[in-house]
Structure formats: structure tokens, C-alpha cells
DNA sequence: GCACCTGTTTGAACGCCGTTCAACATAAAA
DNA sequence: TTTTATGTTGAACGGCGTTCAAACAGGTGC
């Protein structure tokens, strides 16, 4: 066999057992030497297909924001809202659907907020449009909700949104256990995420 | 001089050192031999003193909050605001006391979020205290806000409110450099609250 | 002074980590 | 077959948090 397709072959096999070590026990249970013997290859061969362990890593959370993104989108209740109610509606339950996302898919979604690369390196222009692709989820209902907004500010205010809703999963899925359940937390999503898009039609003060 | 003066002494000057190390480097710069170098001791003997590194970083972490608690309190501009007008504009404030302690003391807040205990360890009562007297800070303006709203469940808002403003300034935080400045993200941060309180006020759909 | 005991301090050593690279295997060319 | 080019390997390196047998210091009785 070609070494080329061999290497492909191993490239996909790493990405895929990353995935699912992540996905069962989280970011920081990805090491080198248990990728290499689950794939059955050497160590070395992982540094031959990845520079390091960071590239890896960022396929693996490039594969959760695509799906991550698909599931927003999917959210949608009408694929083009028209009414600012509708809008609304979009806006409320894209948020849902993203708290849906980090409950049902933990470890994966926490890995992507909770990798870090080195200060002096930084994250590769896919994975940045990936990330922009997933705040202009955000910004399409907002076109209907605020029609006179600039095209610039409305996906600066998408981006704010869209960390809106980050901030309440986030910290409300890192405390899960002990304090509220999933059902409270996606009430109190909701009332904050209605809450906001009601305040971002009322006229500001 | 006694051993457990002695011990007293270090503890504070670990804390100290370590302090400065994750206000100048960051918290991945904590190292312990590095600390036991710095404070002039061994490395075993930190071990004496803290269980292990994260108890040390758990204490800074905790002196950040008691930091970050003062500088949110201190920026109600009407101590004890009686007004919706000055209760929405206490909560604006904080949420811009917040972010500007994000910027100005960048690692030392992003330790707090960073730091991950082992999932069978959990984060000491004193901790889990700090935290919420955090969250209680946004709930006392949310009194004047909402006086119909029930005890708990204006805590839990408080703690909604709180995620909110955090995950804005937290992703904007981490990308700063590149996309938007300061003045631009602190902006934002206002439309996204005061549309937020606005919304709170407004009667639900 | 010395010997004994008790609690403290020490830093070399352990196990694990990401990463490298001289040595080895394999395929292609001569 | 021999030589060359290319791909693969895993022991070794440096660094990490943490441990613990051994060295140490302080007090007590002689």
C-alpha cells in the first residue's frame, strides 16, 4: 500500500479515536502514547500527521463546531423567520438548541472553550471561520428582529448574543450537579435569552 | 523562631509569590519548584503547607474574587439605589466594573475559570461562599428591579445576570487582540445589559 | 559537654507527560 | 545485487506534580 493513503488512512483513524477519547472522558485524557496504541501506530507517527498534539486537538473541536453549528441551524423553527416574532422565536430556541448541544455532548463542547494554545501561537484561519460561521447563526434572525442596524454592527451584536447565551450554559453546565437541573437551566436560558431580544427591540433609553 | 510561625510566614509568602507569578505569566506559569525557588524554600515543603498545587491556586483564585467582589460592590454609583432608574443603572455599572477588572487584571481572572479541579475533588465550601456572595452583588439592584419576584428565584436570576455579562466579557476577553478594542467590547457590553434589564422590566410574551 | 528522642525539612527519585531524532526498515533506482 | 531515498520507530530528553527515606534541629535528662 501507498504510504500517502496509509497516512490518510491513519489521519482519519487518530481523528476519529480522539473524538470518541474525548468525547468519554474529556480534553485532558487525550495523550499521545494512548492515541498511538489505540490507532496501532508508534508515537512518532502522530508527529509525522499532526505537528503536535494542539492541531489535534483543534480537529476534534473543528468536528464539534461543525456539529455544533448544524444543530444550531437546524434549530431554526422556520428556516427564514419573516415576522419579529418569529425572529424571536429563532433567537430563543437557537439558544435552546445550543444548551441542548453542551448538555447531551459535555466533554466535546467544554474542550472547545477549555483548549488553550501557547500565547505565541495561534488558532489556524479555518477554525476562526468556523467560529465566525457559528455567530452568523446568530446574526440572520437578527437581520428581521432589527432591520435598520448596519450589516457590521448587527454581526458585532451577534457575536455579543451568542456570548450571552455561551455565558449561561457555560457557567451553568460547569455546576450542573448539586444546584439546578437541566430543565431549570433551560428555563432560566429562556427567560434571559427572551428577556434580551425584548430589550434589544424596546427602544433603548 | 518557631516552626509554626515560621510555616505562617511561608504560607503567605507562597501565596504571595504565587500571586505575582499568575498576575505576570498567567496561571500555566505556576510551577512549584519555581515557587519553592522564589520564596526560598523546598519543594517538599510547599507540599507542608498547601495539600497539593491547586489548594495554592484555589487560595489565589479566592483572593481574586475578594478583589473582584470589592470592585463590583464599589461600583454601584447609588449605594443602595431605590429607584428602577438607579437599580438598572447599578447593574450596568457592575457589569462595566467587570469588565474592566478583566482587562486590567487579565490572568489573574482568567485563572479563576481556567482552573479545573479533578472531577472526583471538588472546590472547598470558603470557595463556593466566595462565589456566591459574587452572584448576591447582582441580585441586590434586581430587588428594586423585580420586589414581586421570589427570594430564590431573583438569586438565581442574579446568577443568570451574572453568566451573561461574564460570557460576554470572557469571549471578548480572549479574542481582544485582532477584532475589537477595549472601548469597543465595554460598548457592546452596555447595549447587551441595559437591553438585558430592559427586558426584564418589559412583560414576558 | 554528651546522648537521646521527636517533630520538621529536605531534595533525589518516581511516574507520567509532550516531543525529538538517531537508528532501523522499506521501497525505488542503478 | 548494491546503492540510494524515503518512511517508521521507540528509547531517550527535559519538565512536570508529588512523595518519602534520610538528614536535621530543638528540647530534655544526665
Redesign the pocket.
Known amino acids: 500500500m501507498k504510504?500517502d493513503k496509509?497516512?490518510a488512512e491513519l489521519r482519519q483513524r487518530l481523528l476519529e479515536a480522539a473524538e470518541q477519547k474525548v468525547a468519554a472522558e474529556g480534553l485532558d485524557a487525550?495523550?499521545?502514547?494512548?492515541m498511538a496504541a489505540t490507532v496501532g501506530?508508534?508515537?512518532?507517527?502522530?508527529?509525522?500527521i499532526y505537528p503536535?498534539?494542539?492541531a489535534l486537538i483543534l480537529a476534534v473541536n473543528g468536528r464539534t463546531l461543525e456539529k455544533l453549528g448544524a444543530m444550531v441551524t437546524s434549530s431554526k423553527q422556520t428556516t427564514a423567520p419573516s415576522s419579529p416574532e418569529e425572529a424571536s422565536a429563532a433567537l430563543v430556541a437557537q439558544a435552546d438548541a445550543y444548551l441542548q448541544f453542551a448538555l447531551n455532548n459535555r466533554n466535546r463542547w467544554q474542550a472547545i472553550f477549555q483548549h488553550r494554545l501557547a500565547t505565541d501561537k495561534q488558532q489556524p484561519d479555518w477554525y476562526l471561520e468556523l467560529k465566525e460561521k457559528l455567530f452568523s447563526h446568530v446574526a440572520a434572525p437578527l437581520q428581521i428582529l432589527l432591520p435598520d442596524m448596519a450589516v457590521e454592527d448587527r454581526a458585532r451584536l451577534g457575536r455579543s448574543v451568542f456570548s450571552t447565551v455561551h455565558g449561561v450554559v457555560s457557567l451553568g453546565v460547569e455546576e450542573l450537579l448539586g444546584r439546578q437541573s437541566p430543565a431549570e437551566l433551560a428555563e432560566q436560558l429562556e427567560v434571559v435569552t427572551g428577556a434580551l431580544v425584548r430589550g434589544l427591540q424596546a427602544p433603548s433609553s
Chains 1, 2 share one sequence.
Open positions: 504510504p496509509r497516512r487525550l495523550k499521545a502514547r494512548d501506530c508508534s508515537v512518532g507517527q502522530i508527529y509525522n503536535d498534539l494542539d
